[in-house]
T-cell receptor, first 116, second 115 residues
Framework: AQSVAQPEDQVNVAEGNPLTVKCTYS??????LFWYVQYPNRGLQFLLK??????LVKGSYGFEAEFNKSQTSFHLKKPSALVSDSALYFC??????????????FGTGTLLAVQP | DAGVIQSPRHEVTEMGQEVTLRCKPI?????LFWYRQTMMRGLELLIY????????DSGMPEDRFSAKMPNASFSTLKIQPSEPRDSAVYFC?????????????FGPGTRLTVL
């Protein structure tokens, strides 16, 4: 079955420092991978996705993610963190079982806290 | 585009009462998803529709939960009777089948409290 794992419940980083939020995946076939962000009292917002092609995917708000097939990882990165980046981040993979589907399988989420 | 619209934003009810949550997907989207989010269980997919037809309801917790999509612009999630353990934030999301990997757009959620 398709799955993603986010090994860190929380990541703390100082403003201006680079940040990484980790995600590993387990899929059969080619993975379709996503990152979403959830700000307090809001719904999830799409950040970026990987389908195929360049392993470095650029998304909203200066975020990017690197697809690494050998390590089955899709880590979210940003060169310089902002306090406003503090939020809950979800990794997700598209579930392809049962035929064509738009169903996403979400990770447990990682809380990013950026200290000023 | 107004995005996915959910109502009400907050609902407080007493145990045993019927609760109806509403969702209007983004115009032109052909998939609609209902999720539930709690601290204990995280984000759970309850049910999703394609072209108004329920495709996968395996996440619906029990018979007290039901969902309908009478047309392309409206869906409801009903809980009858409600219980305190149903307290959660319920999200609706919609998407459009594009080139193969499909972005879901989430509504702001309905925070349900069952006393």
């Amino acid at each position: 079955a398709q799955s993603v794992a986010q090994p860190e419940d929380q990541v703390n980083v100082a403003e201006g420092n680079p940040l990484t939020v980790k995600c590993t995946y387990s899929v059969s076939g080619n993975p379709y991978l996503f990152w979403y962000v959830q700000y307090p009292n809001r719904g999830l917002q799409f950040l970026l996705k990987y389908i195929t092609g360049d392993n470095l995917v650029k998304g909203s708000y200066g975020f990017e993610a690197e697809f690494n097939k050998s390590q089955t990882s899709f880590h979210l990165k940003k060169p310089s963190a902002l306090v406003s980046d503090s939020a809950l981040y979800f990794c997700a993979v598209r579930d392809i079982w049962g035929g064509a589907t738009n169903k996403l399988i979400f990770g447990t989420g990682t809380l990013l806290a950026v200290q000023p | 585009d107004a995005g996915v619209i959910q109502s009400p934003r907050h609902e407080v009810t007493e145990m045993g009462q019927e609760v109806t949550l509403r969702c209007k997907p983004i115009s032109g989207h052909d998939y609609l998803f209902w999720y539930r989010q709690t601290m204990m269980r995280g984000l759970e997919l309850l049910i999703y529709f394609n072209n108004n037809v329920p495709i996968d309801d395996s996440g619906m917790p029990e018979d007290r939960f039901s969902a309908k999509m009478p047309n392309a612009s409206f869906s409801t999630l009903k809980i009858q009777p409600s219980e305190p353990r149903d307290s959660a934030v319920y999200f609706c999301a919609s998407s459009f089948r594009d080139s193969g990997a499909d972005t879901q757009y989430f509504g702001p959620g309905t925070r349900l409290t069952v006393l």
